[in-house]
């Protein structure tokens, strides 16, 4: 865990996040010859509830300074994980 932001800069506007930092950065392979990053290795994670708690987004991201907003130099991709 590299930081708990109170005020992540998201697409809806401020939401806490966490931000994990990747010890080893990559882009693995994953189905239908999708990547995780977006060609270059991941070096950040941003993990946030959506959804009324029923949603995870995790965001990717490859620069090398630490991201507070979705919009940061680096950005990847976004996943989206939904309870039912």
């Known amino acids: 865990v590299a930081a708990d932001l109170r005020d992540f800069d998201g697409d809806l506007g401020p939401v806490p996040a966490r931000v994990m930092a990747v010890t080893r950065a990559m882009d693995p392979q994953l189905l ?9 290795p991941v070096r950040w994670i941003v993990l946030l ?3 009324g708690g029923k949603s995870l987004e995790m965001d990717t991201f490859s620069g090398a300074q630490m991201p507070t907003s979705i919009r940061a130099t680096g950005y990847c991709g976004t996943y989206f994980y939904a309870r039912p």
């Open 32 to 40: 239908n010859g999708n990547t995780f990053g977006c060609g270059q």
């Open 49 to 51: 509830q959506s959804g």
